[in-house]
């Protein structure tokens, strides 16, 4: 009997484009492919509180007010928490290279073109995507 690993997960959105981080090649689950940032809740760690955590220990942000989205995953022994975020505070930087080897912004249509740790998860992005378009205020993410 496997036990499920909970996950917090930012789609942190800015002008129509996502953050996303690169998984550096020596890792062990899910190597040289992109993901969200994001990280295991530690034990009694509400998944809001993980993600903002993960969020400042990855990319050196604090975010603000995430909210929850749908993010489907094929490994079941996942149990995500996803969050769109659309205002933080800070730049975010690779603060976490033995975990990421690199970080960038990317559009809706170049999200396709990328090797991703979970393409199943790829239409819960793009709605986030969209989403965000529909937030007031979202393109100013250090409030």
Not at 26 to 51: F, I, K, M, N, T
Not at 54 to 82: K, Q, R, S, W, Y
């Amino acid at each position: 009997m496997s036990t499920s690993v909970s996950i917090a997960t930012a789609a942190l959105v800015q002008d129509g484009r996502v953050l996303m981080v690169h998984r550096h090649p020596q890792r062990q689950a899910y190597p040289g492919s992109w993901g969200l940032p994001g990280g295991h809740l530690e034990p009694g760690e509400l998944s809001r509180d993980a993600v903002s955590r993960e969020c400042f220990e990855e990319i050196g942000v604090h975010v603000h007010d995430p909210v929850p989205i749908p993010m489907v995953l094929a490994d079941t022994n996942l149990d995500m928490h996803a969050f769109l975020v659309t205002h933080w505070t800070g730049t975010p930087t690779n603060a976490a290279p033995h975990e990421h080897d690199d970080l960038r912004w990317f559009s809706a249509s170049e999200l396709p073109q990328l090797k991703l740790a979970h393409p199943e998860s790829l239409p819960n992005i793009l709605i986030a995507i969209q989403t965000a378009a529909e937030v007031p205020g979202a393109s100013q993410p250090g409030r």
